[in-house]
């Protein structure tokens, strides 16, 4: 069933009282209505709904929820419809209301029935009916997410309880590890360590194979956006990959093909080794010729040993080390001899680094289903985005292009057109929502100053509209700023709102949806955690942007499960966010946990949910490739893993604050970083200059108006231009402009 048919059978089923609530949110959401009383009743006058805003008191409004399948049920509607126009027309000639009623009606309509009452209704009373059936009301509710959340609360949703479904808190935590956490970071590893492998061995190739090969190899589902954010990263930042544009193949760089030699050298030393010390015991015994068999049996106690660890499958370390046993047992017919024999073995095995490494794929395969945990993050995740996301969204929404070379716009898109395909909801809060509209704004101020000829050559700027209209501009793909910011529909509106609104559309049409604060956040405490960070890095936000960042700490901080039912993930680029995370913790012990990513993070972490990991998948020749931490990470996982699952269910303060310090360590990792590029930061002195000129001239009186006129006279566009671009050099070299900066703009004006 499509999600717009759910929410036509959900309103179907509403009794008349929940209706009354879908109306409700309907006009709070579409008309902005903030004060409605209901009034149905005998004596109601036609009226339903009484609106007690002054501006818009004199609006009709009717609504019913008796059904209409039949034809005698259909004539009894017709019949009550157009009672309802006649009370209308009644109340128009009488009492000054609006001669438009607008009839609201929970079940689905044809559109033939709609035309003919309607028509109706202003031929014979010269009332304009405007029926909003429940087809129409479900197409709204996916633009306004309150009125969508209305529909699904008077079906009794949120009041469900599916037992078997229920996500218990210990597994919550095994999937954030597995899923998100430190798990992940190997797994990313080990596919790697396939593509180079395969590059390795065929020389050159085209991405089309690689992907085939690996969806052969981990079973995996097809996705673009991961495979080519990998192979561009290795490429572009790495360097570890090179790219024939003509041939449209891929080869490892001379650098990473020695490594990798080199490393496929040393794991064979390593297994040789092992091998040797192996065959030594065995040797001591005369079971030297068993050694294939003892190795074998070695790897299945070994892998199935991890399980125990973790509270797993517990008899299987028993089991297997009886298989051994009884195998030395049956060689040497001698248990004491059989028993130092195997614990000899075992301990070459504690104290090997290159059997740990060969088995450390059972950790990533059979100890998790993989449909479970997708099916856990699709369902349970809510994702938050930043305001830098939303902006680079929008353009990419209103001027869909390619080439345009800018490494937050290009993740966008990415994320986007990924989160699209995998039907993941992204999230924007308010605040960070004020941030977006205000950079509108500030993109709709700078139209002023597009006037001045070669405005383009004088630096970036950290607007993100601008800087867009400027590439595509030079593509030839947009006339004007002006005309430019009308497509997408970024104007002075005669009401505020509707460009609050238009925004709010836009945003939804890409799955972003809203989420406003219910709560009131002392954010004192956090604002100075951010302040010490940005002091000690040297860098700086301005009021706004620290007051909203803090906002966003508070929200993700919030233990209420009510606000966050699981572990919320919170999408950015911003390094002080990732670098306060681990003293926000440290000072706020009870909070609530969050998983940070950048976009790339998050798209590579989620791609990698479907992939298939095992023992079997990982070959020799891959381990050599893998880093060299592997064994620890593996271990330090299995800690993590032992901790979270805690068959014994242990308590007091050690072992609870050892529990506290992997999940911060392994699962949420607070010690993560921003991959975002240190030389992709804009300059930011046009934007100071304009803003300096606009904050000083608002004062003035006629300021801006002169100021305008100023860029507008042709004759001194010279002169403008040096004056401008001698303060740049001057902001740029000592971060700050001349003093004689205004004067000189004034003696201009006044020229």
Known sequence: MSENKSLIQQLSHCEKYEFDEVVKSYLKEIYKLTNIVFTDGKNDGGIDVKVLDITKAKLQFQLTVQKSSTSAEKNGLRKKILEDVQKAERNFRIYGYSQRLEFFYSYPLTETFIDDVQQTAFV?????????????????????????????????????????????????????????????????????????????????????????????????????????????RMYSREERLTYNKETKEYSLAEKEREKIAKATQNIEVDENLFYSRVKCVLDNYNEGDNL???????????????????????????????????????????????????????????ENKYIQKNCAGKVFGSTIDIDILQNYANSEKRVFIDTTLALHMLCYYNYETKGYNNYYYILSCSLHDFCRKNNIRLYLTRPYFQEVRQHILEAMNLKA??????????????????????????????????????????????????????????????????????KTYNTNDVKRLIETELINKNRNKSSFGLNHDSLMICYLGDKDVEVHPVDPIFLTWDRTLFSVMEAYFKTFPKAQRWMQFTPSQFIDRYSLLSFSVNEETISKEMLAMLSGDIEEKTSSLLDSLTLILNPEDKTGRQYIDKFTKMKDGSIYMTGRKSDAPQDDLQDDSLDSLILDLTKYYKKQEGGLRKLRQLFGRSELVDEVVELISKNLRNYIAHNCFLDDMIPNFDNLINA
């Open 124 to 232: 014979d009373f010269g009332i304009s009916l405007v029926v909003i059936d429940a087809k129409r009301i479900a197409g709204c509710a996916h633009n306004y997410p309150n009125l969508y959340k209305t529909i699904l609360q008077q079906s009794g949703y949120n009041k469900i309880i599916l037992k078997n479904s229920t996500i218990s808190e210990k597994d919550k935590l095994f999937y954030d590890l597995v899923g998100f956490g430190e798990a992940a970071d190997v797994k990313l590893r080990i596919v790697e360590a396939f593509l180079l492998q395969c590059l390795f061995d065929n020389g050159s190739m085209e991405k089309e194979e690689l992907v085939q090969l690996c969806i052969s190899k981990f079973k995996s589902s097809e996705n673009t956006h991961f495979y080519d954010k990998m192979l561009s």
């Open 292 to 350: 294939s068999e003892y190795v074998n049996l070695l790897y299945k106690l070994y892998i199935n040993n991890i399980q125990q660890r973790i509270g797993q499958q517990g008899s299987c370390g028993i089991e297997d080390t009886n298989k051994i046993l009884s195998f030395a047992i049956q060689n040497l017919n001698s248990e004491d001899c059989a028993k130092k024999l195997v614990e000899d073995l075992v301990k070459i095995c504690d």
């Open 449 to 518: 100053y597009m006037k001045i000829p070669g405005i383009e050559k004088l630096g970036g700027s950290k607007n993100v509209f601008y800087n867009y209209y400027w590439f595509l501009k030079k593509k030839g793909l947009v006339g004007g700023y002006d005309a430019y910011l009308d497509t997408m529909k970024f104007r002075f509106y005669p009401i505020d709102e509707t460009l609050i609104q238009e925004i709010e559309v836009q945003l939804n049409n890409m799955g972003v949806e809203l989420v406003d604060l219910k």
